[in-house]
């Protein structure tokens, strides 16, 4: 075998030409071959070794990441570059190009790498997005930390080896320039911080609706990323809300509302104070036929009538007497209806209270949560409750106070424009009358 080894170098060196140029071009030739044949040898061994081994494994999802993100392709390509790198010295007569290509290979070679490490990165944010534990924790910060950490090695291995030095020299040298790439990555930093935190703590999560005014934020959260977070708007419009300022502001987060399954109403109902009075003997009988005020008018009654029966005398006078009032039986119906309602949280707060009377009238506020937190079926039952007890003032003899408007005050001044027409009108015949029983 060594004989016959012996005899084919020597044939082939009788063929090669004795041109320097030419055996160099020849050499760069079968150079390139080899690196070919070997990026071949790699694509079909050890990448689809690396495809079955994925998909036997259950890891199909991976494996269709990984080739949407060209991560085997960028390892592929790496395949070439070392080989020319390493056998750029083999070449005959490329003294003068062998140190130039050799490190310009070497440093290809690397940048391959560290791009097909960035796509698994990529290919991992892809996979991961893909589960549930998605929804409550985002990554994707993470993930472009990792990126930038892998770019700076990079640039900091590629960069030593163009200039042939050593990696720890060129590290060594950043720590001058550690003030400015504090104040150039601040930004950076304080994402990376707020992200974690944001992360870690569960103050924010992919699908919370959030309010943030001071930024016009009102809507969705549909990404998290290491600078910024994104949010759709409730009309589809998308605002952009740097990731530090969720951390070092206040915003509110309906998450919580979402989960606990109620959703609050707080709304109040003004009430013309002129209406306000006392209820009449006749009038208690008649709402006492309302399903909804029977037991508590009849039980008011019976106390009523009982704390008046122990006064004697003095109740005589009316304003000594306890009496039921318009407004206070508002309250009382108002209370009921919610506890009747089946779309209404029988297991959280619920009241109606009357809070300090103002100019625009005496404030009546509901305060319940609704069964459902969906923002149209929440609007319909708000609405729903509303309509009923704005309908019902009108039975308990109350009116709902509105400014004057407009129309009010034209329709006021044609009343007193009338009224002193006829005024006018009769005065004037008052005097015809008199002069006419006058004597001539």
């Known amino acids: 075998m060594p004989l016959e080894w012996e005899e084919l170098v020597t044939q082939l060196d009788t063929h090669l030409p004795r041109e320097a140029w030419a055996q160099t ?17 790699v694509a079909r061994v050890v990448l689809l070794l690396a495809h079955r081994v994925l998909v036997l494994s259950g890891r199909g999802d991976w494996d269709k ?3 949407r993100r060209r991560a085997y392709q960028n390892l592929w390509y790496a395949v070439p570059f070392a080989v020319v790198s390493l056998g750029i010295g083999l070449v005959p007569h490329a003294e003068r190009a062998v140190t130039i290509v050799g490190r310009l290979a070497h440093a290809g070679a690397w940048i391959c790498v560290f791009v097909a490490f960035s796509g698994v990165l990529s290919a991992w944010q892809d996979t991961y997005s893909a589960t549930t534990r998605a929804q409550t924790r985002s990554i994707k910060g993470y993930i472009q ?22 990696p720890l020299w060129m590290i060594s040298g950043l720590g001058a320039l550690s003030a400015v790439l ?22 924010l999560r992919i699908g919370d609706w959030i309010e943030m005014p001071q930024s016009n934020a009102d809507g969705f959260v549909k ?34 509302m979402f989960e606990s399954g109620g959703r609050r109403i707080k709304r109040t109902m003004r009430v013309d104070a002129a209406s306000v009075r006392f209820l009449t003997d006749e009038e208690s009988q008649r709402l006492m036929r309302f399903r909804l005020l029977h037991d508590y008018l009849q039980a008011k009654t019976s106390d009523i009538a009982q704390a008046n029966q122990t006064m004697g005398e003095l109740a005589s006078v009316p304003a000594n007497r306890r009496r039921l ?42 305060y319940c949560f609704t069964a459902v937190t969906a923002w149209v079926e929440y ?58 029983k006058m004597p001539r």
């Open 25 to 41: 071009l020849i050499g760069i030739g079968v150079l390139i071959l080899i690196a070919l044949f070997i990026q071949w040898v």
């Open 65 to 67: 990441a990984l080739q």
């Open 145 to 166: 930390i990792g990126k930038l950490i892998l770019m700076a090695v990079c640039t900091v291995l590629v960069l030593s080896i163009l200039i042939d030095r050593s």
């Open 182 to 203: 504090l104040l150039v990555f601040k930004d950076t930093l304080l994402s990376l911080v707020a992200s974690t935190q944001l992360t870690s703590n569960d103050m």
């Open 223 to 256: 990404d998290i990323a290491l600078h910024t977070v994104k949010v759709q708007n409730w009309d589809n419009t998308v605002t952009t809300v740097p990731t530090y300022k969720l951390f070092s502001e206040s915003y509110r987060n309906y998450r919580h």
């Open 325 to 366: 009032t318009n407004i206070g039986t508002l309250r009382a119906y108002a209370l009921a209806y919610l506890k009747q309602n089946p779309e209404v949280r029988q297991d959280m707060a619920m009241m109606v209270r009357m809070m300090e009377p103002t100019s625009e009238g005496i404030p009546v506020e509901v």
């Open 379 to 436: 609007e319909r039952i708000q609405g729903d409750i509303f309509d009923h007890l704005l309908a019902i003032l009108p039975e308990l003899g109350l009116r709902l106070y509105q400014q004057p408007s407009g129309a009010d005050i034209g329709a006021m001044g044609s009343s007193l424009r009338e009224g002193a027409w006829q005024s006018a009108l009769a005065a004037s015949s008052e005097r015809g009358l008199t002069d006419a």
